[in-house]
């Protein structure tokens, strides 16, 4: 998506702007990554955001975000106001700006259907799967 971005830098910037109501940020970050490259990900988004570098995905990154060999990355330096509505404002007005109480039940319900799906997508069992593991965890609660 970076790569793609950074061909029009100039109407990426412009859609980011026009849709700053609209977006949260975030990233394909997976329970089996680890920290570091969770980190370098997340980092990498915020310098595509943040400013007008142009850079390359580390050597070292996880495959999900490429590799250096296939494309530049142009950074599209959003103003500071539309940066601070994609990185919190937008995520603060579609669930509020303090945590409510987590629904046990229903997040264990939650839990097994995803356990059941993943199942269903792959030769591993619900009770298996992250979902399916999750949904044990909070049981334990």
């Known amino acids: 998506m970076l790569y793609n971005f950074s061909k029009g830098p100039e109407a990426s910037r412009d859609f980011f702007c026009a849709y700053q109501d609209r ?37 070292k990154a996880d495959s999900l975000l490429g590799t250096p060999e296939e494309g530049i990355i142009q950074g599209i330096a959003l103003p500071e106001e539309v940066l601070a509505k994609i990185f ?27 356990a059941n799906i993943a199942s269903q997508m792959s030769a591993v069992s619900p009770e298996e799967t992250q979902a399916g593991l999750a949904a044990k965890g909070l049981r334990e609660i």
């Open 88 to 114: 919190y404002q937008n995520f603060e007005n579609l669930v509020g700006k303090h945590p409510k109480p987590l629904n046990l039940e229903l997040a264990i319900k939650q839990c097994e259907d995803l």
């Open 23 to 59: 977006i949260l940020f975030g990233t394909d970050i997976i329970s089996e990554q680890t920290i570091e490259k969770a980190s370098s990900r997340a980092r990498m988004v915020k310098r595509f955001l943040q400013t007008s570098d142009t850079f390359t995905v580390r050597p």
